[in-house]
């Protein structure tokens, strides 16, 4: 059983372009989750989705940051315009459900780089 | 707002040593709290899982333990190994978020075990 598989590992973007992050949940699992670590910073919520619905995107930057997780295929996180503020790892989990105590599980990261 | 706070941020200990790495959390209505493993550039790998009606959880040489009221939760680390050196990070799934798998994480502690 496949983990939770994100791609790029690394990507760099010059200031202006966009970046899409791709995420894979564990097999079996319909709850997807975005963190964020900036450098020196703790992880920092995002946003969490189930398949078609956004359900709290309560971490979001308000401007050129969306996500989706659509019927088919992977979530993807998308940054738009990026700024060298957004170079930072962010990171995919995925659980089984969104309630009870079920473990929450983390992909390897994709790290962004903006120069 | 909760908050998590991990002391200390840095530990070095010689192999074989027993530690204790403390994680606390300002607000006591928690769902659950998590413990997280990183390695550098790596995702988080779950540790332990500690239900908030429960007041400690093992697997092998790791003890995590959780004091709701005090806002408390302890991870021990018995006989310490050079191949435990890492990033510990706790996180706590706030209580009304159990349906968003909103967590809130700590700085983390960063563990260097010398052989």
């Known amino acids: 059983n496949a983990g939770v598989m994100q791609n790029p590992r690394h990507l760099v973007r010059r200031r202006g372009q966009e970046a899409r992050l791709r995420c894979s949940p564990m097999?079996?699992?319909?709850?997807v989750y975005w963190y964020r670590q900036l450098p020196e910073e703790g992880l920092k919520f995002m946003v969490y989705?189930?398949?078609?619905?956004?359900?709290?995107e309560s971490g979001m930057p308000k401007e050129r940051f969306s996500a989706e997780f659509p019927k088919e295929g992977p979530s993807i996180l998308r940054i738009q315009q990026v700024v060298r503020g957004d170079s930072a790892a962010y990171f995919c989990?995925?659980?089984?459900?969104?309630?009870?105590?079920?473990?929450?599980?983390f992909g390897e990261g994709s790290w962004l780089t903006v120069v | 707002k909760q908050e998590v706070t991990q002391i200390p941020a840095a530990l070095s200990v010689p192999e074989g040593e027993n530690l204790v790495l403390n994680c606390s959390f300002t607000?006591?209505?928690?769902?659950?709290l998590q413990w997280f493993r990183q390695d550098p550039g790596k995702g988080l790998t779950s540790l332990l899982l500690?239900?908030?009606?429960?007041r400690e959880q093992t697997s092998g040489r790791l003890n995590a333990s959780l004091d709701k009221s005090s806002g408390r939760s302890t991870l021990y680390i018995a006989a310490s190994q050079p191949g435990d050196s890492a990033t510990y990070l706790c996180?706590?799934?706030?209580?009304?978020?159990?349906?968003?798998?909103?967590?809130?994480f700590g700085q983390g502690t960063t563990l260097q075990v010398k052989p």
């Open positions: 989990a995925s659980s089984p459900s969104g309630t009870g105590g079920n473990t929450i599980y």
């Open positions: 996180a706590v799934r706030p209580d009304g978020s159990s349906n968003t798998g909103k967590l809130i």
């Open positions: 097999k079996g699992h319909s709850h």
């Open positions: 989705l189930q398949k078609e619905n956004i359900i709290d």
């Open positions: 500690i239900q908030s009606s429960q």
């Open positions: 607000d006591s209505a928690i769902y659950n």
